[in-house]
C-alpha cells in the first residue's frame, strides 16, 4: 500500500540593504534548506508549517495568503518507500528580525536570489526560489499600480463613481484571472472584490470548475462602485482601461474568466453574451465566456446556465 508522508514549511524572507533576501538552514553537512518538517496526525498543513518555522527558526511568521509551492517526490520512511508531498508557504519578517536555529542545524544565512541560486544544491530549491522571487517581484508591481489606481478620483473633473478603490484579490502569478463589471456595494464597503451575494456564488461556481477561489486572481473592468449599481459608462470605462490591462500584463494568466455583458465588450469587442456564453475564445490570450453571477441572484432561470457554463471551464482548463 502507497505510504504518503506531508510536510509544511514556511521560505522567510526580508529586505536587507532595500533588497530582498531569503532565510535558509545550513545543516551538519553544510547544505542550505528551509524551515519545515512532517505533519503531526491531525494537523493542518499551516499549522505544520508555522511550527515547524518556529521550532527551527525561532520566528513567528505571518505567511502570505496567496503563495503555495507544492513540490513531491520519492523517499523511505520507517523502511517503507513513501511520496512526499512537501507545501511551502512564504512570510515577510522585519530585517532586525532575531532567528535563533535549532539543534538540528549547526547555522543560517540570508542570501539574495542571485546568491541562493547560486549557492543551493538542489533543483527543488533552486525552483522555489526562483518561484518566490518572480511572485514577489509580481506582488510589488501591483501594489505599486493599485497606489496609483486608487489616486484616479482626485484627478478625473466630474468623477461620478465611489472614490473607495476596491483593489483586485488573488496570487499576482495566477493561472486563471476572473474579470467583472465593478464592484456593488458590498465590495463598495469592504474594499475587497466579491463578497456580495454574486460573490458566495461565484466562489460555488470555481469550486465546480475545481478551482478555489485562493487560487484565481479576481478584479474587474472598473474598479471603484457606480452609484446605484448603474452600468459605469463608455468614459468611465476608458479611464480605467489601462490599469485593468497593466494588472494582466503583470500577472499574465494562462485564461481569462470573463463575467458578463460589460467585461465581454471590453475584452474581446463582442456585444451579445448569450450567443458566446460557454466558449473558450482566443485572441492575446484565452478567454472563457460566461453570464455575470449576479445575472444568476437576480434571475434564477440562469442559474443552471451558469452552473452548465463552470462545468465547461473545467474542460477548457483541462486543455491548456
Known amino acids: 500500500m502507497l505510504k504518503f508522508v506531508y510536510d509544511g514549511g514556511v ?13 535558509f538552514l545550513r545543516n551538519g553537512r553544510g547544505w542550505l534548506d528551509i524551515p519545515k518538517g512532517h505533519a503531526e496526525k491531525g494537523e493542518r498543513i499551516m499549522d505544520t508549517a508555522l511550527r ?15 503563495f503555495r509551492h507544492s513540490l513531491a517526490y520519492w523517499t523511505k520512511e520507517d523502511g517503507q518507500r513513501a511520496k512526499k508531498i512537501v507545501t511551502v508557504f512564504i512570510a515577510e519578517v522585519p530585517q532586525a528580525a532575531n532567528v535563533r536555529v535549532s539543534d538540528e542545524h549547526v547555522g543560517y544565512v540570508w542570501l539574495s536570489c542571485e546568491d541562493a541560486l547560486r549557492q543551493v544544491s538542489f533543483k ?40 473607495n478603490f476596491v483593489a483586485g484579490e488573488g496570487p499576482p502569478n495566477a493561472k486563471v484571472a476572473v474579470i467583472g463589471q465593478a464592484p456593488g456595494r458590498s465590495e463598495d464597503a469592504s474594499g475587497r472584490p466579491f463578497v456580495g451575494r454574486s460573490g458566495q456564488l461565484l466562489t460555488k461556481l470555481l469550486m465546480i470548475a475545481g478551482l478555489r477561489r485562493e487560487q484565481v486572481y479576481i478584479t474587474s473592468v472598473v474598479q471603484f462602485f457606480p452609484p446605484k449599481n448603474r452600468v459605469p459608462s463608455d468614459k468611465e470605462i476608458a479611464l480605467c482601461r ?23 465588450k471590453e475584452l474581446l469587442g463582442i456585444g451579445e453574451i448569450m450567443k458566446v456564453h460557454g466558449r473558450l475564445m482566443k ?32 474542460g477548457a482548463l483541462s486543455s491548456l
Not at 11 to 23: D, N
Not at 149 to 154: C, I, N, V
Not at 286 to 314: C, G, M, Q
Open 124 to 163: 527543488d530549491t533552486k525552483e522555489l526560489v526562483m518561484e518566490a522571487d518572480s511572485y514577489l517581484d509580481r506582488k510589488a508591481r501591483i501594489e505599486k499600480l493599485n497606489r496609483e489606481y486608487r489616486k484616479l478620483p482626485s484627478k478625473v473633473k466630474g468623477w461620478d463613481l465611489s472614490a
Open 242 to 264: 489601462g490599469f485593468l490591462y497593466r494588472q494582466l500584463d503583470i500577472i499574465k494568466p494562462r485564461l481569462v474568466v470573463v463575467l458578463g455583458g460589460v467585461a465581454l
Open 11 to 23: 521560505f522567510v524572507y526580508s529586505y536587507r540593504a532595500e533588497k530582498r533576501h531569503f532565510l
Open 283 to 314: 485572441k492575446d490570450r484565452n478567454y472563457f465566456i460566461t453570464l455575470h453571477p449576479a445575472a444568476a441572484v437576480r434571475i434564477k432561470s440562469n442559474v443552471p446556465i451558469i452552473e452548465s457554463d463552470f462545468r465547461k471551464l473545467k
Open 52 to 66: 515547524e518555522t518556529k521550532e527551527e527558526t525561532g520566528l513567528d511568521v505571518v505567511p502570505d495568503r496567496f
